[in-house]
């Protein structure tokens, strides 16, 4: 059984950085994408960044410069580095992985349990 485990997160002040980790367990193979998602209070789910196995990625505009996702294949964990963390940035975070890589969560088969993060006003 696949299992996606997250780092924990909190609150942290305007300007801060967190890393963020999830760590694929119970499945052999890599996936093709990784992607990190996020769903702040009273909003819908959105993607933050996309990786698949080469490396190819992509940031929503709103983290670009700031926000940096990597992987690591050997290890079946993904990482998303948060710099310059801003209150807008408030949301919980899922990490997802599937077989596509796009903007809808509908396109990923497995979901990390969240990580809240929180960013002072």
């Known amino acids: 059984q696949v299992h996606l485990v997250q780092s924990t997160g909190g609150p942290v002040q305007a300007g801060e950085s967190m890393k963020l980790s999830c760590r694929a367990t119970g499945y052999g193979n890599k996936f093709y994408c990784m992607a990190w998602f996020r769903q702040a209070e009273g909003k819908e789910r959105e993607v933050v960044a996309t990786?698949?196995?080469?490396?190819?990625?992509y940031y929503v505009d709103s983290v670009k410069g700031r926000f940096t996702v990597s992987r690591d294949n050997a290890k079946n964990t993904l990482y998303l580095q948060m710099n310059n963390l801003k209150p807008e940035d408030t949301a919980m975070y899922y990490c997802a992985a599937g077989g596509r890589c796009s903007w809808l969560p509908a396109d990923y088969a497995y979901w990390g349990q969240g990580t809240q993060v929180t960013v002072s006003s």
């Open positions: 990786i698949d196995t080469d490396g190819k990625i």
